[in-house]
C-alpha cells in the first residue's frame, strides 16, 4: 500500500496546473493525510434522510415511464 500512495503522491507533483482532479471515496479515514493534503477543496456529502430520499424518489417517477401504487409502494420502496 505505501508504495501505491508514494506513486500517487509523485504522479500528483507532474500535473499541470489546468489539470482538475475529481476524487471520491467511501473510506477517507485510511487514505494517507499526505494525499489528502494534495487536494485543495475537499467536499463531504452526507447520506440524505428518510424525506430526502422520498423527495429523489418522487423526481425520479415523474420523470420517467414508472407506474407504482404511490402511497403504498412509496413507502415500501
Known sequence: MKR???TFLQLFDYLPQNVVLIAATN???I???A???RFDVKLKLELPDKNK???LI???LNAGPFSL???EGLRRL
Open 4 to 6: 501505491v500512495v508514494n
Open 27 to 29: 473510506h477517507s479515514h
Open 31 to 33: 487514505i494517507d493525510s
Open 35 to 37: 494525499l489528502i493534503r
Open 53 to 55: 430520499i422520498k423527495q
Open 58 to 60: 418522487d423526481k425520479t
Open 69 to 71: 401504487d404511490r402511497e
